[in-house]
């Protein structure tokens, strides 16, 4: 399986600051990453797949970079709505698609 | 727009078979070529992709559950299913099903899990 790891677990910040998460994954995975937003106790909303592609209706702060096997995901300005848990998954290869461990970002 | 549900028994005993049936409303299973997905997240932990299975019935297990897992598709009811036998506590948590989504562009093809059911707590306990 291809592992991946997020950095950090969780973090603490402000609204307004810039937040950047990291994902990596255990081999080249090219550009087939996504992230997705997770608040609690509701599903995981996508945000960015193809690694930088923003879905449709997701703010422009949000945006996202890497290939390979480094990836970051970049919030421009923290909003309030924006304190949620975020997911990266790797659908390089179906067998089996995998996500990271979570990243929980958290009101400072 | 489409939307999925979740439906099943939210307790089940150790050793037997968690059964769980997704709903799609707002559209035809049939149109547009789509996987349907089972992904599950134990409590405070991250998400794992159970399997998916085409509106043929052709299904992908993840290699480390395909041993108990099996998927099924009633396109007449618009509904799929996932059953996942010799459930242990370890089985215990949120389970959702997903549409894969997918985009090509400049000959590569980008997948992804939207729109999501709302998820249904399984726990498995005697």
């Known amino acids: 399986d291809i592992q991946m790891t997020q950095s950090p677990s969780s973090l603490s910040a402000s609204v307004g600051d810039r937040v950047t998460i990291t994902c990596r994954a255990s081999?080249?995975?090219?550009?087939?990453l996504n992230w997705y937003q997770q608040k609690p106790g509701k599903a995981p909303k996508i945000l960015m797949y193809?690694?930088?592609s923003l879905q449709s209706g997701v703010p422009s702060r949000f945006s996202g970079s890497g290939s390979g096997t480094d990836f970051t995901l970049t919030i421009s300005s923290l909003q309030p709505e924006d304190f949620a848990t975020y997911h990266c998954?790797?659908?390089?290869?179906?067998?089996?698609?995998?996500f990271g461990q979570g990243t929980r970002v958290e009101i400072k | 727009q489409v939307q999925l549900q979740e439906s099943g028994p939210g307790l089940v005993k150790p050793s037997q078979t968690l059964s769980l049936t997704c709903t799609v409303s707002?559209?035809?299973?049939?149109?547009?070529?789509?996987?349907w997905s089972w992904i599950r997240q134990p409590a405070g932990k991250g998400l794992e992709w159970i399997g998916r299975?085409?509106?043929?019935?052709?299904?992908n297990y993840n290699p480390s559950l395909k041993r108990r897992v099996t998927m099924s598709v009633d396109t007449s009811k618009n509904q799929f299913s996932l059953k996942l036998s010799s459930v242990t506590a370890s089985d215990t948590a949120v389970y959702y099903c997903?549409?894969?989504?997918?985009?090509?562009?400049?000959?590569?093809?980008?997948?992804?899990?939207?729109?999501w059911g709302q998820g249904t707590l399984v726990t498995v306990s005697s």
């Open positions: 997903a549409r894969d989504s997918v985009e090509c562009t400049a000959g590569s093809c980008y997948l992804w899990f939207d729109p």
């Open positions: 707002g559209g035809s299973m049939n149109s547009g070529n789509y996987y």
């Open positions: 299975v085409y509106t043929s019935g052709s299904t």
């Open positions: 081999q080249n995975i090219i550009n087939y």
């Open positions: 193809g690694a930088s």
């Open positions: 998954q790797q659908t390089y290869t179906t067998s089996p698609w995998t």
